[in-house]
């Protein structure tokens, strides 16, 4: 019931506002006491708490779609046997110094696994100065080989990393010693996690959870390819109604919508392709189709505004929670909601 209220404010502009103050407020005191943030392993940035309450879009550059990885689980429209095209980097990194830092200070480098891109590095010096840089990375391509070199130059940029066990492939002792060193040289961490899942053993399990790392599991999303069930079944997001997740990811249906990208709660998707669209939805990223705009074209004033869709049914789960939706039989109805009002 509390969290149905917090989701229903947020939706309001001016409550929204608001809470927003009341939730500074907050961590301001915690931070005039000492007191660590939970969520923030590495340590504690006031200012990037505030950043990321304030935020209205969520910014991520998708520098390289590959992955040095192919989980049976993944839920990213099997990227790995596409090839994408590439813009320069520059330009990429002009579009975002001139047309998101004025309205965003927040700024996720994902891909694919980032660290594959030669020129990883090269944006995270460019950014880090300007943006709130968050990482999402495996730990394990070639970017960390020379791990106390790593260590140095992590140290130097100043960025917070997100990171995740992945059972087929990776090494779990080195994983946990290559986490425990990010910790110990006090880079900033918000998540050391894996998908829980029947492929996590139970011994690995417990090697994660006694590791004092910090672990916590990620909800399972998804289709399983053996019995075709849609995961999850049950989720406490206020929003979640598994009919609608069916009827929006479970790939059974393929229907022209409009839908649009919602702004409460700082979700509203802002995504940049390795050739420099702009997309508001992951699965139109994943697939190159329905961009919102290109980097050399500035802003795109269309953000916020419904687009027609002929991939509805296909919708990634990433943007279940964070997608409107307009009637089938009504385009130009008011959105439904994700839940039954």
Same mark, same amino acid.
């Given at each position: 019931?509390?969290?149905?209220?917090?989701?229903?404010?947020?939706?309001?502009?001016?409550?929204?506002?608001?809470?927003?103050?009341?939730?500074?407020?907050?961590?301001?005191?915690?931070?005039?006491?000492? @007191?660590? &943030?939970?969520? &923030?392993?590495?340590?504690?940035?006031?200012?990037?708490?505030? &950043?990321?309450?304030?935020?209205?879009?969520?910014?991520?550059?998708?520098?390289?779609?590959?992955?040095?990885?192919?989980?049976?689980?993944? /839920?990213?429209?099997?990227?790995?046997?596409?090839?994408?095209? !590439?813009? &320069?980097?520059?330009?990429?990194?002009?579009?975002?110094?001139?047309?998101?830092?004025?309205?965003?200070?927040?700024?996720?480098?994902?891909?694919?696994?980032?660290?594959? /891109?030669?020129?990883?590095?090269?944006?995270?010096?460019?950014?880090?100065?300007?943006?709130?840089?968050?990482?999402?990375?495996?730990?394990?391509?070639?970017?960390?080989?020379?791990?106390?070199?790593? @260590?140095?130059?992590?140290?130097?940029?100043?960025?917070?990393?997100?990171?995740?066990?992945?059972?087929?492939?990776?090494?779990?002792?080195?994983?946990?010693?290559?986490?425990?060193?990010?910790?110990?040289?006090?880079?900033?961490?918000?998540?050391?996690?894996?998908?829980?899942?029947?492929?996590?053993?139970?011994?690995?399990?417990?090697?994660?959870?006694?590791?004092?790392?910090?672990?916590?599991?990620?909800?399972?999303?998804?289709?399983?390819?053996? /019995?075709?069930?849609?995961?999850?079944?049950?989720?406490?997001?206020?929003?979640?109604?598994?009919?609608?997740?069916?009827?929006?990811?479970?790939?059974?249906?393929?229907?022209?919508?409009?839908?649009?990208?919602?702004?409460?709660?700082?979700?509203?998707?802002?995504?940049?392709?390795?050739?420099?669209?702009?997309?508001?939805?992951?699965?139109?990223?994943? @697939?190159?189709?329905?961009?919102?705009?290109?980097?050399?074209?500035?802003?795109?004033?269309?953000?916020?505004?419904?687009?027609?869709?002929?991939?509805?049914?296909?919708?990634?789960?990433?943007?279940?929670?964070?997608?409107?939706?307009?009637?089938?039989?009504?385009?130009?109805? !008011?959105?439904?909601?994700?839940?039954?009002?």
């Amino acid at each position: 019931m509390f969290n149905k209220l917090k989701h229903k404010i947020r939706k309001n502009p001016r409550l929204r506002k608001a809470y927003q103050h009341q939730k500074i407020f907050r961590y301001r005191i915690k931070h005039k006491l000492g @007191i660590g &943030s939970k969520s &923030s392993i590495g340590g504690f940035d006031l200012d990037r708490k505030i &950043s990321e309450i304030k935020r209205r879009y969520y910014v991520a550059y998708f520098i390289d779609l590959r992955c040095n990885y192919r989980c049976s689980y993944c /839920s990213q429209d099997d990227i790995n046997r596409r090839e994408y095209d !590439k813009t &320069s980097v520059d330009r990429v990194i002009h579009y975002l110094k001139t047309e998101v830092k004025p309205r965003e200070t927040d700024l996720t480098i994902i891909g694919g696994e980032p660290t594959l /891109s030669a020129d990883f590095s090269y944006v995270v010096e460019s950014l880090c100065n300007d943006f709130f840089i968050t990482i999402t990375t495996n730990l394990s391509t070639r970017f960390f080989k020379d791990f106390e070199g790593f @260590i140095k130059w992590a140290k130097k940029v100043k960025i917070r990393w997100n990171v995740s066990y992945h059972p087929e492939f990776m090494d779990i002792k080195i994983f946990i010693e290559r986490v425990k060193k990010i910790q110990e040289a006090r880079i900033d961490m918000d998540q050391v996690s894996a998908v829980k899942l029947d492929l996590l053993s139970l011994d690995d399990r417990k090697k994660l959870e006694n590791a004092d790392i910090g672990f916590t599991y990620q909800t399972r999303t998804g289709i399983d390819e053996e /019995s075709g069930e849609l995961f999850p079944k049950k989720s406490d997001h206020p929003d979640f109604n598994y009919v609608r997740y069916q009827e929006m990811c479970g790939k059974q249906i393929k229907e022209t919508r409009k839908c649009r990208t919602v702004d409460y709660d700082g979700h509203a998707r802002h995504l940049i392709s390795s050739d420099g669209a702009i997309y508001n939805c992951h699965h139109l990223l994943y @697939i190159q189709k329905n961009p919102i705009g290109h980097i050399d074209n500035g802003w795109p004033n269309n953000i916020l505004d419904p687009i027609v869709c002929s991939e509805y049914g296909h919708c990634n789960p990433t943007d279940f929670h964070d997608m409107e939706v307009f009637p089938k039989d009504n385009v130009f109805a !008011k959105p439904l909601a994700l839940v039954n009002s």
